[in-house]
């Protein structure tokens, strides 16, 4: 029997194959260089090979290949534009992350102890953090782009993995970071072992991993089995998307975590997982169509409004925007349910919005702080308009983006996804939607209201001069959020023109 | 560039001037606030001026492709009933402003702030007025709320923060109804004839019956929350009596004119069979409001709650004269929309003065102001007198129009709402005799009069309460055309023929 060497392109491949050598790199670097410099550096081939990767999306920009890795790796128009959203949002993500405050100065010891005072005290950073964001960034790029099962599977664990660690690095409060990455690492090893019981129910119906052959195959036999197999792979997507009812993870996970990696993996964590989604059940699952469609309808309903509802009980302002963000993920079901071109449109312009607003948002949460460090504690934050007016008025507008305000991007967000809803004829997602809008417009007004309406008191806190890097980071996410919402034609269009997925 | 685009985009320059100017000299920054806006009245005039009325469509228009992918313009023009509202607008700003001038000193934040909120919010009032394409519309209805929240919240009086976000959860609620009819008519036009927001396009769509019904509640609610129509207008109370007497005014007088506009605009002339259909539940919610408001009125002891209720039962009367569907209710309504404006800010501001001298709004607190200010009570009683609709003032010409425009098709709901002018009289008269007249009330001894400031301020309004009261022709010839062509093209026709003005 002969072998034949497998043939890669390995300029589509390449975006990914930087920030995935760049992330083992960076091991190295931990591995052989001294400590003095590792955090710049580490910083440094980061940034750079993100920086890379976005040059080589930009090259490869028109090009498509169902091939590009042996039929495992399709790279297309939507493929390019929810890599090239994943790299910009870990560029402006890895200067919050840089910050390293909000790490723990050395994850092995235990907390409270002498040798953690010890260790950060001799300001000691915590390093990897560098290399897992980046085998993350490169996990996430490779699930949009992924069409077989197993490579699905891989690329979730790729990303997957990095997260449940970083998600445990949290300097202050130590115990409830490593109890929501505990959390969050039990919870989506199961609902990894779902998508792979998923994958062999489908396999076994459909005789192939790959997603064309699957689609291919839709009424070849017992339908029964592909149902189970839709059903069982969606609950390991909708996980990572926290939609409800798997979303119990979310609060406490954005509750726990350092604020900087929430940051990136509410926005980034996203984009990929509706990448991964939106190809699965456009491409993989299009022609069962009635199978899904209902079902994840019903989901897009329950997440919307269980999202909004709870989240007006929140007093804790990450647990309130992971509420939120909850309610997002059902807006964004209902471009996946819409199954059209503009359905995919609008999506991918929703996750670039979304993204951004959230990045800058979780960067202004790490600004706000006390003696003690970080408070996220919503009553503490009140009279911050006073005392901060800038950070205030900057938060405020990312909350009306969120709550879909006109003249920001998350209204040009959500009246596409909704018009495209509208258009396949989902009214009552429509409905809806708009409804939760408005329960979820009551608990973004809240936060403004404690923070311009109501007298600082001796409790309250104060924002910590920002970082440089920072700065910068807020500053581009806020000003994309902005300025998306007076001129979106540039991604709108752009969006348009790439929302095609090879079937 | 049209001229509207200008007269639109000037008061956002000048908030960018008053932006420029050190905050610590706010005296400076109200003589430029009020200056500019000065400017921009006397600007908007030449709209008027250079509106030609033997045009029924719009004009001044201008086009541009804002978010192709959408297929959204920057479509602005005005007619005749957009023209008169943005008037409105611009002529009551500087009055506001000069008016209220100590209003922004003991804010939450400074006088800069204000200044910029009370600017940036003229731009948007006159964006939504000059709208015509649906999308754009729609981002100014939304826009406009969060000054006018920065507004009650920051230097309003009293139970302020929970009055402002009342205010703005009712009005997001009725603007996110309004976004799921928008997103339904825009897709509807993108299965027919192409996806567009262009008012005039999207006017010739044929909706299936149960579809427009929908799409027509969602606009409908929206704009009666707005106006407010009963049961939708417990926050205006709230809002008005929390508010400076200057942003009531704006409120009051201009914004909520967007809810009554919007059904004419909108509601008719988008959906006409579903208007059929409503028109006699709608025309009850109106009768409803006008003896209600009219009601709570009399009941009322704080001053700014007697005005927020009158308003509610003027609000009735415009509704009512709009859906009667005639060309005499429609131009009678539009009028109205411009009197019930400049009577509110009579009302307003002199009981805004009345309450910054005696410290009080309870209506028995004050007492024989007639002998101790009679300046300040002529001219309350004056602004009074345009909102019971006295014949000779404003309000009048207006009112009798709408019930002349209604009696033609509805007789029952206009015979009960004359019974809403028989109220009004009660509801006027009885706090003017309480606060004007009678013995001085112990504590109104010293009360000042008006100064030269506030009497420049409130001269113009009641120059127009009284001018519109005689001779409304220069007002109503560029309503009329406009009204006529609404309801002909609506499919409506006029029961009895014209009566002769």
Partial sequence: MMLSAPSFSYALLSPMLIVLAAAVLGVLIEAFMGKTHRAAVQLTVSIGALLLALIQIWQIRDMSSTSAAVNSVTIDKAGIFLQFTIIVLALVAVLLIADQDNFVARASTIPGSVEEQITTQQQVKQTEIFPLFLFATAGMMLFTVSTDLITLFVALEVFSLPLYLLAGLSRRRRLLSQEAALKYFLLGAYSSAFFLFGAAFIYGYSGSVSLVDISASAGSANDIFLYIGIIFMSVGLLFKISAVPFHSWTPDVYQGAPTPITGFMAACTKVAAFGAILRLFYVGFAESQTLWQPVITVIAVITMVFGSVVAIAQRDVKRMLAYSSIAHAGFLLSGVVALSKEGLAASLFYLFAYGFTTIAAFGIISLVRDSTGEVSDLNRWVGLGKKSPLVASVFSLLLLSFAGIPLTSGFIGKFAIFSAAYQSGNTLLVVVGVLASAIAAFFYVRVIIMMFFNDPDNDSVSVVIPSIKSRISITIATLITFVLGIFPSIILNTANNFANLIK | ?501
Wanted: hydrophobic share 55%; charged share 10%.
């Fill in chain 2, 1 to 501: 560039m049209s001229l509207l685009t200008l007269v639109g985009i000037s008061p956002l320059i000048g908030a960018l001037i008053v932006l420029l100017i050190p905050a610590k000299k706010s005296e400076l920054i109200k003589r430029v606030a009020f200056i500019i806006t000065l400017l921009i009245a006397l600007f908007s005039i030449l709209l008027a001026v250079r509106f030609d009325k033997a045009i029924t469509g719009f004009q001044f228009t201008q086009n541009n492709s804002w978010i192709s992918a959408f297929n959204v313009n920057f479509a602005v023009g005005v007619d005749g009933i957009s023209l008169v509202l943005i008037l409105l607008s611009t002529i009551l700003v500087p009055v506001v402003i000069l008016a209220t001038w100590h209003e922004s000193d003991t804010g939450r934040w400074n006088t800069k702030v204000f200044y910029i909120l009370v600017l940036v919010l003229e731009t948007l009032m006159i964006g939504v007025f000059a709208a015509t394409d649906l999308f754009l519309f729609y981002v100014f209805f939304e826009a406009m709320l969060i000054p006018i929240y920065f507004l009650i919240g920051g230097y309003g009086t009293g139970n302020k923060s929970a009055a402002a976000v009342k205010f703005l959860l009712y009005s997001l609620f009725g603007g996110l109804l309004m976004l799921a009819s928008i997103i339904g008519i825009y897709v509807i036009s993108g299965n027919q004839i192409g996806a567009t927001f262009d008012l005039a396009k999207l006017a010739t769509l044929q909706i299936d019956n149960q579809t427009e019904y929908f799409l027509f509640l969602g606009f409908f609610i929206a704009f009666a929350i707005k106006a407010p129509l009963w049961p939708f207008h417990t926050w205006l109370p709230d809002a008005a009596k929390s508010a400076t007497p200057g942003t009531s005014v704006l409120l009051l007088g201009v914004l909520d004119k967007v809810g009554t506009y919007g059904m004419i605009r909108f509601c008719i002339e988008l959906f006409p069979d579903a208007t059929k259909t409503f028109t006699s539940f709608i025309i009850t919610l109106a009768v409803i409001s006008i003896i209600y408001g009219a009601f709570m009125a009399i009941g009322q002891r704080d001053i700014k709650g007697l005005i927020a209720f009158t308003s509610i039962s003027h609000f009735g009367f415009i509704t009512m004269g709009i859906f009667a569907l005639t060309s005499q209710g429609v131009s009678g309504a539009s009028l109205y929309m411009v009197n019930h404006g400049f009577s509110t800010a009579a009302l307003f501001l002199i009981a805004g003065w009345m309450i910054w001298r005696r410290g009080s709004s309870t209506i028995s607190d004050f007492g024989g102001l007639q002998r101790v200010t009679p300046v300040m009570a002529w001219t309350f009683f004056m602004a009074g007198m345009s909102s019971l609709a006295l014949p000779g003032l404003s309000s009048f010409v207006s009112e009798f129009l709408v019930l002349v425009g209604t009696y033609t098709r509805y007789p029952v709901a206009a015979v009960i709402g004359t019974l809403g002018i028989v109220l009004a009289a009660l509801y006027i008269l009885i706090p003017v005799q309480k606060a004007l007249h009678g013995p001085i009330v112990s504590g109104n001894e010293n009360l000042k009069d008006l100064n030269l400031r506030e009497k420049v301020a409130i001269s113009p309004v009641i120059l127009v309460i009284v001018l519109m009261g005689f001779y409304p022709k220069p007002v109503l010839d560029l309503i009329n055309p406009t009204a006529e062509k609404i309801v002909i093209n609506s499919g409506y026709s006029d029961p009895v023929a014209k009566v002769g003005k």
